[in-house]
């Protein structure tokens, strides 16, 4: 029997968030994705697998079009990751 599960994260703990808030952050995305507002999503505050680097999820939704703008910004560094895309998929 494992202890320890695979799906585990690894933080990092060598760096300074460069948001000193959650508003600032939002604010930050909202400018760079050229939206209106933003709404974190499901997943909202994470720690990326990938980097280890504690990240967000936020979207702007037009479900009358059905387009989505699906940001991820990470709170490390602030690279930011922006996508339109389908809100629902049929």
């Not at 980097?51 to 059905?66: P, R």
């Given at each position: 029997m494992?202890a320890?599960?695979?799906?585990?994260?690894?933080?990092?703990?060598?760096?300074?968030?460069?948001?000193?808030?959650l508003?600032?952050?939002?604010?930050?995305?909202?400018?760079?994705?050229?939206?209106?507002?933003?709404?974190?999503?499901?997943?909202?505050?994470?720690?990326?697998?990938?980097?280890?680097?504690?990240?967000?999820?936020?979207?702007?939704?037009?479900?009358?079009?059905?387009k989505?703008?699906?940001?991820?910004?990470?709170?490390?560094?602030?690279?930011?990751?922006?996508?339109?895309?389908?809100?629902?998929?049929t």
């Amino acid at each position: 029997m494992q202890a320890f599960s695979s799906d585990i994260n690894k933080l990092t703990s060598d760096e300074k968030l460069k948001f000193k808030s959650l508003e600032d952050a939002m604010n930050f995305a909202i400018k760079q994705a050229n939206v209106n507002t933003l709404s974190l999503t499901g997943r909202g505050v994470f720690i990326n697998r990938a980097t280890g680097h504690i990240s967000l999820e936020a979207v702007e939704s037009h479900y009358e079009t059905n387009k989505c703008i699906f940001v991820t910004l990470d709170l490390i560094n602030g690279r930011i990751d922006i996508v339109e895309d389908a809100c629902f998929r049929t």
